[in-house]
């Protein structure tokens, strides 16, 4: 995919520039870059990985490209807890799909949000996994997902073809608002 393609995937899911966000499972960044440039100047996004190396590409080539956003780094395992909250968004593009048990990992995730922040999941189209890609879901499954961890509004923003798997998804799901009592 080129940076049109990752940018595309995630553009219905980012309503607004600047703000506070994570990718989780950033890998090398290309949707931490194509993230940046739909948030703009002023934005600030933590990037967290098990890989140093990779965050360290990172780092070199928002710096490039997208010296005005901000950019934390951050070596860890994105299944144990993270010392993230208040989120307005948070991307997991191609990460969650080495979680054999999401529940857990989507209800830390749902915690690091703020009211109304939103979850954007890139993903293959696909049930069936294999050694790379083990645990998939396709988007009949993560609305299925996404509901029993308690977010709200799930909707599909885009789909593109790939040679692994068919097709990958991206997909927009919220946090709920806190219930009013006036």
């Known amino acids: 995919m080129d940076q049109a393609d990752l940018v595309g995937l995630l553009r219905g899911g980012v309503d607004a520039e600047g703000g506070q966000w994570a990718d989780l499972g950033a890998g090398e960044g290309a949707f931490t870059l194509a993230l940046a440039e739909l948030l703009g100047p002023g934005a600030h996004i933590t990037a967290v990985d098990r890989e140093a190396g990779s965050l360290r590409?990172?780092?070199?080539?928002?710096?490039?490209?997208?010296?005005?956003?901000?950019?934390?780094?951050?070596?860890?395992?994105?299944?144990?807890?993270?010392?993230?909250?208040?989120?307005?968004?948070?991307?997991?593009?191609?990460?969650?799909?080495?979680?054999?048990?999401?529940?857990?990992?989507?209800?830390?995730?749902?915690?690091?949000?703020?009211?109304?922040?939103?979850l954007i999941v890139v993903e293959y189209g696909s049930n069936r996994g294999n050694p790379w890609v083990p645990h998939p879901f396709d988007y009949e499954r993560w609305k299925q997902m996404a509901?029993?961890?308690?977010?709200?509004?799930?909707?599909?923003?885009?789909?593109?073809?790939?040679?692994?798997?068919?097709?990958?998804?991206?997909?927009?799901?919220?946090?709920?608002?806190?219930?009013?009592?006036?």
């Open 147 to 182: 509901t029993e961890a308690g977010f709200e509004r799930t909707r599909l923003l885009g789909t593109v073809p790939s040679r692994y798997l068919g097709s990958m998804y991206s997909a927009a799901t919220f946090a709920p608002h806190p219930m009013r009592s006036d």
């Open 57 to 118: 590409e990172l780092e070199e080539a928002m710096a490039k490209r997208f010296p005005q956003t901000g950019l934390d780094v951050k070596k860890a395992d994105f299944t144990r807890p993270l010392a993230l909250s208040d989120l307005d968004g948070i991307v997991m593009a191609n990460s969650l799909h080495f979680v054999r048990d999401k529940g857990p990992v989507l209800a830390q995730v749902k915690a690091m949000l703020s009211p109304g922040g939103r």
